[in-house]
């Protein structure tokens, strides 16, 4: 409860530095909020576009959860979105087999990519301790080099030197009854995959022993060897999961919303995913509910800047906001608690307050990996 | 070979000097306590300010050089005011410092592009004229090194050599070097002894948003030109340097020329034949992985302060 409200407090925040920002800049806030609203919302083809717009940042968001509750930083994804989406991209491009053999084969070379760029960080991470925000950001850069240069030379569309060939129709993952649903929006298979991927990760996490396993090394990593599990193999099975998720994403993006890929920039999805999973509070229904809320950011702001000249980039701008008060959110969270405290101590005059208990264990919990543990 | 080297050390010494002065920056940091991932987005901050005030100016005062320190200036603050942002977070509200960093590149890498659609309609904001390069006079005839460190300078190279020399000194000769440092190895020996363990934090951060600023601005007056939303991974490039040099400013002098050189011959190795032997993708991975590698074999004596990245909690023991 205590989480839900301090996420809704960062994202109220954020709106509202956003509509200062409008005001500075001499725009009208309420005339860009409601475009944004209406560019997201308006008709059916518009909400198609706003759920594909979130569909990669469900995955990503899903992976930084996933990290989070093993006590891991995975800030990798961006990199293991990219190589998930050029794994995916590869095989779409090289491979010519019949329709859904072709998908399932893309879709698990991407998850495959991510794991795999998300492995050695984990490795690193359970043998010699090195920290996974340091070595993800390596790789992050390792990708965006790797694409820079593998992309023009394997895979180079017919016109632009920035991106590589289309994709074949049967290497899409745009259907035709999903486009006809939505009127003819570019929502694809991806949302579906990003619905059983959420459904599947709560399952793992709350349901199954290996998220017990993996929720307890990251209450307290010390505490769990001790119980007896395995904390390296957790580690490295968590960046693999997270890894692997971060490359849906790219399949999502590069072969679902897109049709090819890009070079010369890393995914913002990636880093919006932190964004996702801070005010989804890790857990995979909430991961989904945020990444909507950022999908109608980015998908209106298109026809709020052809309305009304704001930029395109507030739409950025607030999510960016956003994660930052998530990230100083225990601010609001001991307004809470003295807000609370002078009720209780109002109502009962003369008793002492009550110390603040957490809601939960998870609240309990210490935040999440800390760089230099 | 020795002609193709000899052409392109000058770029490579141009290439480095932002890495330097915002790796250097980082040192402070990190050594305070404090790890800042924020590095990018707050050399994008500083070429934005630079860049926005450099226009301005030469608008103003065509042909003048010193707009360009102005702009340099004014870069230095508003990093420093902009990082504090990070400050407040990770020191009076002990937040997850990764988070916090994030948040800084993201809100920099927006807002600026947000601001400077505002101001120039296009993003990108151009000034009209960098500094001038120039031969040291007499140095640069000595015969190889003379060619290699003392032609086609910049004025900016050497007042960040100067910078290092200074903050080398600062950190390991002073007594305030001695208690920042020693907030990033025992805060709370430190607070114990008298130190105002969030004070000296505050400063490491600041140092760092400034000089991050300034590399992002020398970036603009130097070789880019152009203010464009972005540094292109330069600030995590810093980062790398910093782990790689171990936390001593003669080690990120050598990480950053290193990666810099390496960068530099990846980016000619398009025009100069002799490099083509070499992918150009080994090259600019190279920084990264063996940055990777060394913290796989420093793993056991890293020198890593040992606070850093660790929110300071006087009441704990």
Redesign the interface.
């Known amino acids: 409860m205590k989480k839900a409200i301090v996420s809704l407090l960062a994202v109220i925040l954020g709106l509202v530095a956003g509509a200062l ?1 409008m005001i500075f ?2 725009h009208d806030p309420i005339e860009g909020y409601r475009f944004l609203i209406t560019g997201a919302l308006k008709n059916r083809e518009r909400i198609g576009n706003t759920l594909a717009t979130a569909t990669p940042l469900i995955f990503t968001g899903l992976s930084l959860a996933f990290s989070f509750r093993t006590g891991l ?1 995975n ?1 990798g994804a961006p990199g293991q979105m990219l190589f998930g989406g050029l794994c995916a991209t590869a095989v779409g491009l090289t491979f010519d087999l019949p329709r859904v053999l072709l998908l399932i084969v893309m879709i698990l070379a991407a998850f495959i990519g991510g794991a795999l760029w998300a492995l ?1 960080p984990g490795i ?1 991470k359970a043998k ?3 920290h996974e ?3 993800t ?6 990708c ?3 694409v ?3 992309v023009p030379a394997y895979f180079k569309g017919p016109s632009l030197e920035t991106e590589s060939k289309l994709l074949p129709e049967a290497a899409s993952l745009k259907a035709s009854f999903m486009t006809d649903l939505f009127n003819g929006s570019y929502v694809n298979l991806g949302f579906l995959l990003a619905i059983i991927a959420v459904i599947v990760i709560g399952f793992i996490i709350n349901k199954t022993t290996l998220g017990y396993e993996l929720k307890a090394v990251g209450y307290n990593r010390d505490a769990a060897e001790y119980a007896g599990i395995a904390v390296n193999r957790g580690i490295i099975t968590s960046m693999l999961i997270s890894g692997g998720l971060a490359g849906l994403a790219g399949v999502a993006q590069y072969a679902g919303n897109a049709s090819n890929i890009q070079i010369g920039l ?1 995914p913002s999805q990636g ?1 919006d995913g ?1 964004a996702v999973a ?1 005010l989804g509070a890790s857990a995979p229904g909430g991961v989904f509910l945020s990444a909507i809320f950022f999908g109608v950011l980015y998908s209106g702001r298109g026809f709020m800047n052809a309305m009304t000249d704001i ?1 395109p ?2 739409a ?2 607030i ?3 956003i ?2 008060f ?3 959110s ?2 609001f969270e001991r307004l809470i608690s003295f807000l609370k405290r002078r009720r209780t101590n109002k109502a009962e005059p003369g008793k002492p307050s009550a110390p603040d208990k957490p809601d939960s264990p998870a609240e309990a919990a210490k ?2 990996g ?4 | 070979m020795w002609d193709t080297i000899a052409n392109i050390f000058p770029y490579a010494i141009v290439y480095t000097i932002p890495l330097l002065i915002t790796a250097l920056g980082a040192l402070f940091s990190e050594r305070s306590g404090i ?1 800042n ?1 924020g590095l990018e987005g707050l050399m994008i901050v500083g070429a934005f300010a630079g860049a926005l005030t450099i226009n301005k100016l030469q608008a103003a005062y065509p042909g003048e050089q010193w707009t360009l320190w102005v702009g340099l200036v004014a870069a230095f603050v508003i990093g420093v005011l902009f990082s504090l ?1 990070h400050a ?2 990770s020191i009076n ?8 960093g ?6 920099a ?3 600026t ?3 400077a ?2 101001i120039t309609g296009s ?1 990108n904001i151009r000034i009209l004229q960098g500094f001038r390069k120039f031969d040291i006079p007499v140095l640069s005839d000595i015969p190889i090194i003379g060619r290699l460190f003392f032609s086609q300078t910049y004025w900016t190279t050497w007042f960040i050599l100067g910078v290092l020399i200074l903050s080398t000194f600062l950190l390991f000769k002073t007594r305030f070097g001695l208690r920042l440092r020693s907030c990033g190895e025992h805060p709370h020996a430190a607070e114990a002894a008298g130190v105002s363990v969030r004070k000296m934090r505050y400063m490491g951060v600041m140092i760092s948003g400034g000089f991050a600023g300034l590399g992002g601005a020398i970036i603009i007056s130097t070789y880019s030109g152009e203010f464009n939303g972005s540094v292109a ?1 330069l600030g ?2 810093a ?2 340097a910093l ?1 790689f040099g171990q936390w001593k400013p003669l080690g990120v002098l050598a990480a950053t020329f290193f990666f810099g050189f390496a960068s530099t011959i990846a980016n000619v190795s398009q025009v100069i034949p002799s490099f083509q032997v070499i ?3 080994i090259l ?2 190279f920084p ?2 063996v ?2 590698i060394a ?2 074999l420093f ?1 056991k004596s890293s020198q ?1 302060p ?6 300071f909690d006087s009441g704990k023991r």
């Open positions: 920002l800049t001499g930083f800030i050695i690193l010699f301790n090195v925000v340091v070595s950001i390596m790789m992050n850069w390792s965006y080099w790797i820079y240069y593998a890393l880093f932190i801070l930029p980039e507030i950025d701008t999510i960016a906001i994660i930052y998530a990230a100083t225990i601010l935040p999440v800390r760089v230099g543990e | 790890v991932i942002l407040f977070a509200l002990s937040a997850n410092q990764v988070i916090s994030t948040a800084i590149n993201m809100v890498g927006s807002l592009i947000f601001l659609r505002n993003g991974g995590f490039l980062l790398a782990i992918p150009a993708v600019k991975v990264y992985v940055t990777l913290l796989v793993s890593a040992k606070a850093a990245g660790e929110p």
